[in-house]
């Protein structure tokens, strides 16, 4: 696995608006709300996962939709005809179902549901008849499905509970007596993920079942994690997947080689065998050769993956193309060729790849399904004939399904059409900005809406996290709540953002956050240049790696009114200790372990500079994000105290690390807690009602 840390119009009005009053009609109660707000979080649908049938003529994919009652994503399985555009629903009801995967004949569909009440199990739904059946009962949830060629059983991964250390023995519970709860013993490496909790005893592993049903033949064994994709050989003898089976795979996190494993025997074979991550195993129609990615780790906490291809048995290495601005982040291999989507200049773009190096781009724009904040991103999948269903862009609406054939490329959805009809949303326009240093710096304003020319508008500088990811005109609630308030949005990809080459996201190569500060002033300095955000008014948010950023400009500048930071690293020591990538962040990001070179550590930290902050700031964490854990904010909010600056600690609670683990409802109230902060301190704001 690659390790990577901090990861048409859409809105299709059935109507032109809201109609107008009649003449004498009292408009001053039950009028429409005409901005977005709030309750439009409910209601909001996104579209994801769309997978095309192998013959190209329907799609399923996954459609979640945010339910008032239960404050929560519902996700069901929906169906497309691609030639009429027709959708009827597949699967849905009780629990959450997702993960559709066809199979190699296009009579089935597996899938993932939780309707039974318990855990994830695996599902397989026959088109014919319409009926679905669950297939096995799991102790685990299962994870990377994939049919057998000729359809008769499917593979997946799924955790294999363990036993985990045991010391001493406790004393016998005598009957009927009510104890404390056992004592919790640790001695994994990384002991805790993000969005997981802590790490249960046991290792993921490969499976096969039967798709008619029956119990599950385990495939791999060992104290290690076997997983990734899996893919079959196309005579059905042989699966190919990712792992790290190394000695000291739990200290080595961004380690994996692509293995083959013989089903009759369950022998495995290494085909890759470098320092460094290989993986994303795709085979050749043909079944001759072995497309994936990788990179040779040399202790960046960027490297760029290439792509390459070796015969099925390991051998004839070679490298296809260098020339991709962003590492490849997906692959389909089928009889229309070699597909691959990728990040470039604020897009995800698909391509279609010769095995001399030359790349075709396709028609498609993905958009992603993160729709809290305008990241890059999109899932497709291609079919036979080389038809792609894809996740549609827009910065008006999250992403609907699109579909591009021979014919042309249509949208086949308009999820959000009524649900927006009526609403005023802000637009995006792009800024202009170069860095001090003559390099340019993509960049974009989201205005207000109703936002007249010339008008200078109270500006919030937003900035995305991971370092190493990227923003675009992409739809983002936060922003539209930003936008319905007054706010402009400016936001950039500094340097580190992909997309733009692997120079570029080297930028900030072992000075991480430091060399950042002069693009994002660029960055304003221009949005104020244009003539858009009032110079008076400017105010500064960020989530992750924007997180960081926004506690590091605090102590830099003071030409903010206000500040919010979300889910911020504050101390690169604690960070690197207590975090979930223990063998990652110290050596990649930092070069080192604290000890090793501690005024390293803190020369990169924004407590360095608490003595010149002076901006009120917010503070902002999910109560269980592993990531950048919540005692990276409370730290920050200690040390703001400790300053006499204005300041307040937001904990959301059951949240991790990702803003869609939030409920709708809280997602809602986070963002109006920076609004109402913002307001605060705002020239020319009423305040709070």
Same mark, same amino acid.
């Given at each position: 696995?690659?390790?990577?840390?901090?990861?048409?119009?859409?809105?299709? $009005?059935?109507?032109?608006?809201?109609?107008?009053?009649?003449?004498?009609?009292?408009?001053?109660?039950?009028?429409?709300?005409?901005?977005?707000?709030?309750?439009?979080?409910?209601?909001?649908?996104?579209?994801?996962?769309?997978?095309?049938?192998?013959?190209?003529?329907?799609?399923?994919?996954?459609?979640?939709?945010?339910?008032?009652?239960?404050?929560?994503?519902?996700?069901?399985?929906?169906?497309?005809?691609?030639?009429? *555009?027709?959708?009827?629903?597949?699967?849905?009801?009780?629990?959450?179902?997702?993960?559709?995967?066809?199979?190699?004949? *296009?009579?089935?569909?597996?899938?993932?549901?939780?309707?039974?009440?318990?855990?994830?199990?695996?599902?397989?739904?026959?088109?014919?008849?319409?009926?679905?059946?669950?297939?096995? &009962?799991?102790?685990?949830?299962?994870?990377?499905?994939?049919?057998?060629?000729?359809?008769?059983?499917?593979?997946?991964?799924?955790?294999?509970?363990?036993?985990?250390?045991?010391?001493?023995?406790?004393?016998?519970?005598?009957?009927?007596?009510?104890?404390?709860?056992?004592?919790?013993?640790?001695?994994?490496?990384?002991?805790?993920?993000?969005?997981?909790?802590?790490?249960?005893?046991?290792?993921?592993?490969?499976?096969?079942?039967?798709?008619?049903?029956?119990?599950?033949?385990?495939?791999?064994?060992?104290?290690?994690?076997?997983?990734?994709?899996?893919?079959?050989?196309?005579?059905?003898?042989?699966?190919?997947?990712?792992?790290?089976?190394?000695?000291?795979?739990?200290?080595?996190?961004?380690?994996?080689?692509?293995?083959?494993?013989?089903?009759?025997?369950?022998?495995?074979?290494?085909?890759?065998?470098?320092?460094?991550? @290989?993986?994303?195993?795709?085979?050749?129609?043909?079944?001759?050769?072995?497309?994936?990615?990788?990179?040779?780790?040399?202790?960046?906490?960027?490297?760029?993956?290439?792509?390459?291809?070796?015969?099925?048995?390991?051998?004839?290495?070679?490298?296809?193309?260098?020339?991709?601005?962003?590492?490849?982040? $997906?692959?389909?291999?089928?009889?229309?060729?070699?597909?691959?989507?990728?990040?470039?200049?604020?897009?995800?773009?698909?391509?279609?790849?010769?095995?001399?190096?030359?790349?075709?781009?396709? $028609?498609?724009?993905?958009?992603?399904?993160?729709?809290?904040?305008?990241?890059?991103?999109?899932?497709?999948?291609?079919?036979?004939?080389?038809?792609? &269903?894809?996740?549609?862009?827009?910065?008006?609406?999250?992403? @609907?399904?699109?579909?591009?054939?021979?014919?042309?490329?249509?949208?086949?959805?308009?999820?959000?059409?009524?649900?927006?009809?009526?609403?005023?949303?802000?637009?995006?326009?792009?800024?202009?900005?170069?860095?001090?240093?003559?390099?340019?710096?993509?960049?974009?304003?989201?205005?207000?809406?109703?936002?007249?020319?010339?008008?200078?508008?109270?500006?919030?500088?937003?900035?995305?996290?991971?370092?190493?990811?990227?923003?675009?005109?992409?739809?983002?609630?936060?922003?539209?709540?930003?936008?319905?308030?007054?706010?402009?949005?400016?936001?950039?990809?500094? *340097?580190?953002?992909?997309?733009?080459?692997?120079?570029?996201?080297?930028?900030?190569?072992?000075?991480?956050?430091?060399?950042?500060?002069?693009?994002?002033?660029?960055?304003?300095?221009?949005?104020?240049?244009?003539?858009? $955000?009032?110079?008076?008014?400017?105010?500064?948010?960020?989530?992750?790696?924007?997180?960081?950023?926004?506690?590091?400009?605090?102590?830099?500048?003071?030409?903010?009114?206000?500040?919010?930071?979300?889910?911020?690293?504050?101390?690169?020591?604690?960070?690197?200790?207590? &975090?979930?990538?223990?063998?990652?962040?110290?050596?990649?990001?930092?070069?080192?372990?604290?000890? @090793?070179?501690?005024?390293?550590?803190?020369?990169?930290?924004?407590?360095?500079?608490?003595?010149?902050?002076?901006?009120?700031?917010?503070?902002?964490?999910?109560?269980?994000?592993?990531?950048?854990?919540?005692?990276?904010?409370?730290?920050?909010?200690?040390?703001?105290?400790?300053?006499?600056?204005?300041?307040?600690?937001?904990?959301?609670?059951?949240?991790?690390?990702?803003?869609?683990?939030?409920?709708?409802?809280?997602?809602? &109230?986070?963002?109006?807690?920076?609004?109402?902060?913002?307001?605060?301190?705002?020239?020319?704001?009423?305040?709070?009602?």
């Amino acid at each position: 696995m690659i390790a990577r840390f901090f990861l048409t119009a859409a809105c299709l $009005a059935l109507a032109s608006g809201p109609l107008a009053a009649q003449d004498g009609a009292d408009t001053s109660t039950d009028a429409p709300e005409t901005k977005f707000t709030g309750d439009d979080l409910f209601g909001l649908s996104v579209a994801s996962d769309p997978q095309i049938s192998p013959d190209g003529s329907r799609i399923a994919y996954v459609r979640r939709t945010n339910d008032i009652m239960t404050d929560k994503a519902v996700s069901s399985i929906w169906l497309i005809d691609v030639s009429t *555009g027709a959708e009827t629903p597949l699967v849905t009801g009780e629990g959450s179902h997702g993960s559709p995967r066809w199979s190699p004949d *296009g009579t089935r569909l597996a899938y993932i549901s939780t309707e039974s009440g318990g855990g994830a199990e695996l599902h397989v739904h026959w088109m014919a008849t319409g009926q679905s059946a669950n297939i096995t &009962a799991l102790a685990e949830g299962p994870s990377g499905l994939a049919w057998s060629p000729d359809g008769t059983s499917i593979a997946y991964t799924a955790r294999v509970p363990g036993k985990g250390l045991t010391l001493g023995k406790p004393p016998a519970t005598p009957e009927g007596a009510e104890w404390g709860k056992p004592l919790q013993i640790i001695d994994r490496v990384t002991y805790r993920r993000d969005g997981g909790t802590y790490v249960k005893p046991g290792t993921r592993q490969l499976f096969l079942v039967s798709a008619t049903g029956g119990s599950p033949r385990q495939l791999t064994f060992g104290e290690y994690d076997n997983g990734g994709a899996v893919e079959w050989a196309p005579d059905g003898k042989a699966l190919y997947y990712t792992a790290n089976r190394r000695e000291n795979w739990e200290l080595d996190e961004v380690e994996s080689e692509v293995y083959r494993l013989d089903i009759a025997s369950g022998a495995i074979t290494a085909l890759t065998d470098r320092d460094g991550p @290989d993986g994303s195993p795709q085979v050749s129609p043909d079944g001759r050769m072995i497309a994936y990615l990788g990179y040779d780790d040399v202790g960046n906490a960027y490297d760029q993956a290439q792509l390459y291809v070796i015969n099925a048995d390991g051998s004839g290495k070679r490298l296809v193309t260098g020339d991709f601005p962003a590492s490849p982040d $997906a692959m389909e291999w089928t009889g229309a060729g070699l597909f691959v989507s990728y990040e470039a200049d604020g897009e995800h773009r698909v391509a279609k790849i010769a095995l001399n190096g030359r790349k075709q781009e396709l $028609a498609p724009r993905l958009g992603s399904t993160y729709y809290a904040l305008p990241y890059t991103g999109g899932e497709w999948s291609v079919s036979k004939d080389g038809t792609i &269903a894809f996740t549609t862009a827009s910065a008006l609406a999250p992403p @609907d399904i699109g579909v591009a054939t021979r014919a042309g490329t249509r949208t086949l959805t308009a999820l959000n059409a009524m649900h927006l009809a009526g609403k005023e949303l802000g637009q995006t326009i792009e800024l202009d900005v170069t860095a001090p240093d003559g390099v340019k710096i993509p960049a974009w304003i989201m205005l207000p809406p109703g936002y007249k020319a010339g008008d200078k508008v109270p500006t919030i500088l937003e900035m995305h996290g991971g370092p190493y990811a990227a923003y675009g005109p992409e739809f983002s609630a936060d922003y539209q709540l930003y936008g319905a308030a007054g706010y402009a949005v400016v936001f950039s990809n500094p *340097g580190g953002s992909t997309g733009y080459g692997e120079e570029f996201a080297d930028r900030i190569e072992d000075n991480y956050p430091i060399s950042n500060h002069a693009e994002l002033m660029a960055v304003v300095d221009a949005a104020i240049a244009k003539g858009y $955000a009032d110079p008076d008014n400017l105010f500064v948010t960020g989530g992750s790696g924007g997180g960081i950023l926004t506690a590091w400009l605090v102590g830099k500048t003071d030409r903010f009114k206000a500040a919010a930071s979300h889910k911020p690293v504050i101390n690169w020591v604690s960070q690197a200790l207590v &975090a979930d990538g223990i063998p990652y962040f110290g050596p990649y990001w930092l070069g080192g372990l604290p000890w @090793d070179r501690p005024m390293h550590y803190w020369e990169r930290g924004p407590l360095a500079n608490m003595n010149n902050v002076k901006t009120p700031t917010l503070v902002l964490v999910g109560a269980d994000d592993y990531r950048t854990p919540r005692s990276e904010a409370e730290q920050f909010y200690a040390a703001l105290k400790l300053m006499g600056v204005d300041t307040a600690l937001v904990v959301t609670p059951d949240s991790s690390h990702n803003n869609l683990s939030q409920t709708p409802s809280q997602q809602a &109230a986070r963002t109006a807690s920076v609004i109402a902060w913002f307001d605060k301190y705002r020239e020319g704001a009423k305040g709070e009602e």
